[in-house]
């Protein structure tokens, strides 16, 4: 008979494939043998938020956080659920939470930024994507919400330099491309601007999906270089009135 370990380590493969329904059984299975199995608790919660069953994600990962209260990421993804039922307050505190427990969290970095500027404070939302980015340079997704912050604040140099480090790091990446297609058309730049949109356009076209395994990778000298430039450069742009 295979032991907790054992069934918890096939449920992640499952998990990680996609194969959603055989991994809740198997979290099911640990959970009747466990009740208090806090990974177990949070991967069905994480498993009932991926599948729109918010409340019940709540319900299991507040009682992994009650077995555990130390793990960063149950309060990250509780946060998420929150989010997801559109209660802000509840969601940013636990990432703040998360925070607490693992400063360097890129995610719940971006996570916190998001739900600040749907809150409208636009200005502490630039400030978590870039600690963001300070903790995951690779994070196209962090890049493109700091674009998108700027864009809201007037600041279109700082906007389209974020957003073309998105697309450095992650060249399908559709809305960075129809970004950075608003923000030159902001700016006069009508040609470019149909360029970008016709590249996103191709891409959506396409269906290209990236899974994001390998923003983690390690990059070249001159291939950091240019993209720590141009996050130097948007950020010196912020800083402009």
């Given at each position: 008979?295979?032991?907790?370990?054992?069934?918890?380590?096939?449920?992640?493969?499952?998990?990680?494939?996609?194969?959603?329904?055989?991994?809740?059984?198997?979290?099911?299975?640990?959970?009747?043998?466990?009740?208090?199995?806090a990974?177990?608790?949070?991967?069905?919660?994480?498993?009932?938020?991926?599948?729109?069953?918010?409340?019940?994600?709540?319900?299991?990962?507040?009682?992994a956080?009650?077995?555990?209260?130390r793990?960063?990421?149950?309060?990250?993804?509780?946060?998420?659920?929150?989010?997801?039922?559109?209660?802000?307050?509840?969601?940013?505190?636990?990432?703040?939470?998360?925070?607490?427990?693992?400063?360097?969290?890129?995610?719940?970095?971006l996570?916190?930024?998001?739900?600040?500027?749907?809150?409208?404070?636009?200005?502490?939302?630039?400030?978590?994507?870039?600690?963001?980015?300070?903790?995951?340079?690779?994070?196209?997704?962090?890049?493109?919400?700091?674009?998108?912050?700027?864009?809201?604040?007037?600041?279109?140099?700082?906007?389209?330099?974020c957003?073309?480090?998105?697309?450095?790091l992650?060249?399908?990446?559709?809305?960075?491309?129809?970004?950075?297609?608003?923000?030159?058309?902001?700016q006069g730049?009508?040609?470019?601007?149909?360029?970008?949109?016709?590249?996103?356009?191709?891409?959506?076209?396409?269906?290209?999906?990236?899974?994001?395994?390998?923003?983690?990778?390690e990059?070249?000298p001159k291939?950091?270089?240019?993209?720590?430039?141009?996050?130097?450069?948007?950020?010196?742009?912020?800083?402009?009135?």
């Open positions: 008979m295979a032991t907790i370990p054992e069934v918890l380590a096939s449920a992640l493969q499952h998990h990680q494939a996609g194969r959603l329904q055989e991994a809740e059984a198997l979290y099911r299975q640990i959970l009747q043998a466990d009740p208090n199995h990974d177990a608790l949070h991967l069905y919660g994480v498993i009932a938020h991926q599948s729109g069953r918010h409340d019940v994600a709540i319900r299991h990962i507040s009682q956080i009650a077995c555990n209260p793990d960063a990421r149950f309060h990250n993804n509780i946060g998420e659920a929150y989010r997801a039922q559109g209660k802000l307050d509840e969601a940013a505190g636990h990432y703040r939470q998360a925070l607490t427990l693992r400063p360097m969290y890129a995610e719940a970095r996570n916190l930024g998001t739900v600040l500027k749907r809150q409208g404070r636009i200005a502490e939302a630039v400030i978590e994507y870039e600690q963001a980015l300070s903790a995951n340079p690779s994070c196209a997704e962090a890049h493109s919400n700091l674009g998108n912050a700027f864009q809201e604040m007037g600041k279109m140099e700082a906007a389209i330099a957003y073309q480090g998105a697309l450095e992650k060249p399908d990446y559709v809305t960075a491309h129809s970004n950075l297609g608003g923000a030159l058309k902001g730049k009508l040609e470019e601007a149909v360029d970008c949109f016709r590249v996103g356009a191709a891409r959506a076209r396409d269906g290209v999906v990236r899974t994001g395994l390998g923003l983690g990778a990059r070249g291939e950091r270089g240019a993209r720590d430039l141009r996050l130097r450069q948007s950020r010196a742009a912020s800083a402009a009135p």
